[in-house]
């Protein structure tokens, strides 16, 4: 069954150090590929996508993901974090086989140390 | 350009009571949704709508019910409430395979 894992549940970095959010999926093909962001209290806005071409694409924020195909993962990086970064990350497949499900990872909370 | 919207923000219903959480969208999107968030869980689908008249089950569709009788609006009702359902609910649309998310409604059945 097709899948998304985020193996980190809660991250905890301090302000100015690098991050990475881990996201890897179980499905047949190369779906499209979503991180999202959630702040306290709000819906979910988009970082960045994937649908095809370059394998590292650049979102809102500094943030950029690189899809690996070999790993079937879609790892989400920032190079220098800020204390505003604090927040739930979810990342999201769309499934690319004629429907128009999306399955999401059970999300990464984090939080940031000043 | 509201995006999509959704009413209300906060409920609170007792056991067996009945509601509908609204859903509109003024981006002309064929493609709506209906997801629930509980803590851990990430977001699950419960209905979706491909246009007005056709709506379809997602993971988790038992005590919910859904119509699409026009593009806009895109309604989840609660037949008969139940303690399980207390969680976030978020709304969206899609174009071009990018969802576009509501505000969402936290509901609470006592």
């Known amino acids: 069954a097709q899948s998304v894992t985020q193996p980190d549940i809660h991250i905890t970095v301090s302000e100015g150090a690098s991050l990475e959010l881990r996201c890897n999926y179980s499905?047949?093909?190369?779906?499209?590929l979503f991180w999202y962001v959630q702040s306290p209290g709000q819906g979910l806005q988009l970082l960045l996508k994937y649908f095809s071409g370059d394998t590292l694409v650049q979102g809102i924020k500094g943030f950029e993901a690189e899809f690996k195909r070999s790993q079937s993962s879609f790892n989400l990086r920032k190079p220098s974090v800020h204390w505003s970064d604090a927040a739930e990350y979810f990342c999201a497949v769309h499934l690319t086989s004629g429907t128009y499900k999306y399955i999401f990872g059970t999300g990464t909370r984090l939080k940031v140390l000043a | 350009n509201a995006g999509v919207t959704q009413t209300p923000k906060f409920q609170v219903l007792k056991t067996g009571q009945s509601m509908t959480l609204q859903c509109a969208q003024d981006?002309?999107?064929?493609?709506m949704s209906w997801y629930r968030q509980d803590p851990g869980m990430g977001l699950r689908l419960i209905h979706y709508s491909v246009g007005a008249g056709i709506t379809d089950q997602g993971e988790v569709p038992n005590g919910y019910n859904v119509s699409r009788s026009t593009t806009e609006d895109f309604p989840l009702r609660l037949l008969s409430a139940a303690p399980s359902q207390t969680s976030v609910y978020f709304c969206a649309s899609t174009l071009a395979n990018e969802q576009f998310f509501g505000p969402g409604t936290r509901l609470t059945v006592l």
């Open positions: 981006m002309n999107h064929e493609y």
């Open positions: 499905y047949g093909a190369t779906p499209y």
